[in-house]
Structures are given as structure tokens and as C-alpha cells.
């Protein structure tokens, strides 16, 4: 079974709203999750690494005032897309890592974000 | 810094075949080298990875990969291509300096035709 819940698996929000996705690990404690971002027909951009406890470290050309990411406990990080805009529209995947070294093995199910 | 480059953005095989996805990579370090794979709208999944010890590796679904340090390359096999290998691959590189992220090449899509 899924090993990394991410919710909502599609969003729908009107231009200058914020929209929350959450990420979290269920059988294991993730010290790091990763967020991408996934532009259609596209490779996985990294946007950012979340470590719990300390400030998210972006991806250069990610605005982090735009894309906040929050990594309150061991299984639980969310990225807050704020006042989104039409070309923030993308596909949002978290994955996690429990182990240092070796990657981040297990990827959530994404979030379809729309822009309306 | 590390890269990856996938040959090919689209792949064509009939049910049965031979389906062999490239993937060549730059690493200033040793690397270890992943395989995923996507369905629409769905996340990825691991197919298989490298680390260290046998260059021939083998994962789910049959799918095997053979790392190759001489040619940088760290291609995707399967002997016979099944109508649910209809999906995305792409192929990453992580370099422990790097952070543990992972680098993505630009994905194959594979269409297997009956």
C-alpha cells in the first residue's frame, strides 16, 4: 500500500486564493520530503527539500514567498501555494525519505492544481 | 552537479518486444541511479535502483537495468513488453553530496501497440 499520502489529489481554486496540499509519511518517521513540481508532458522540477523543524531549502528560481513549506513533525509536511495565479496551474508531487542516503523512495500520488 | 540525459522522448514497441530505454548520465561523484515509472496522474514508483555491488539490477514488473561506468549509461530493459508497461520512465541520479535529491532526466513515454 501507499506508503506517502498526498491530499487534495485535485484542486480547483480561483485566481488570488491559497491552496494548501499535504504530504504525509504513514508507516515511517521522514527526517526530508522533497516537493516537485511537474509541468505537462515534463520531467519532475525540485521546488524544494523540507526538513523537520528547520526552514525549507528552495530550489533556485522557487519563490519562496509564493511556495510556502511547512515540516511540523516527522510525517507531516505541506507546501501553501499563496495567491495563485493561472500559471501556478501544474502538477505537485511530494516524496519522502526515512533513511539518510539512498533517495527519496516513495512518492505521494500528486496534486492537480488548476488556476481558474 | 549531476544530469540526465533520457535518448528519446517517445518509445514505440509491440506487445511482445524488446523494450530498451536510454538513459546517460553526468555525475562528479559516484552515483547512485534510479528508474521510475509513471501512470497519468498518478506519482511514480520505483522500478530499481543502483547503489553499490552488481552493475546488473533487477526490478519489478521485469524490468532490469545494467549500470555501466565506462559509458556513463544505465539503460532500462525488459525482455517482453506488456500492455501495462504503457506508462512514463524516467531515469534519476543522486549524489550523496547533492543532498540526497534527485536529479530527473526528461522521462521516455512508452506506447506498446497489440
Known amino acids: 500500500g501507499a506508503v506517502v499520502s498526498q491530499h487534495p489529489s485535485r484542486v480547483i481554486c480561483k485566481s488570488g486564493t491559497s491552496v494548501k496540499i499535504e504530504c504525509r509519511s504513514l508507516?515511517?518517521?521522514?527526517?526530508?520530503m522533497f516537493w516537485y513540481r511537474q509541468f505537462p508532458k515534463k520531467s519532475l522540477m525540485l521546488m524544494a527539500t523540507s526538513n523537520e523543524g528547520s526552514k525549507a531549502t528552495y530550489e533556485q528560481g522557487v519563490e519562496k514567498d509564493k511556495f510556502l513549506i511547512n515540516h511540523a513533525s516527522l510525517t507531516l509536511s505541506t507546501l501553501t501555494v499563496t495567491s495563485a495565479h493561472p500559471e501556478d496551474s501544474s502538477f505537485y508531487i511530494c516524496?519522502?525519505?526515512?533513511?539518510?542516503?539512498?533517495?527519496?523512495?516513495?512518492f505521494g500520488n500528486g496534486t492537480r492544481l488548476t488556476v481558474t | 552537479a549531476q544530469s540526465v540525459t533520457q535518448l528519446g522522448s517517445h518509445v514505440s514497441v509491440s506487445e511482445g518486444a524488446l523494450v530498451l530505454l536510454r538513459c546517460n548520465y553526468s555525475s562528479s561523484v559516484p552515483p547512485y541511479l534510479f528508474w521510475y515509472v509513471q501512470y497519468p496522474n498518478q506519482g511514480l514508483q520505483l522500478l530499481l535502483k543502483y547503489t553499490t555491488g552488481a552493475t546488473l539490477v533487477k526490478g519489478i514488473n521485469g524490468f532490469e537495468a545494467e549500470f555501466k561506468k565506462s559509458e556513463t549509461s544505465f539503460h532500462l530493459t525488459k525482455p517482453s513488453a506488456h500492455m501495462s508497461d504503457a506508462a512514463e520512465y524516467f531515469c534519476a541520479v543522486m549524489a550523496k553530496a547533492a543532498g540526497n535529491k534527485l536529479t530527473f532526466g526528461g522521462g521516455t513515454r512508452v506506447l506498446v501497440k497489440p
Open positions: 516524496s519522502a525519505s526515512f533513511s539518510e542516503g539512498h533517495s527519496p523512495l516513495h
Open positions: 508507516d515511517f518517521q521522514a527526517t526530508t
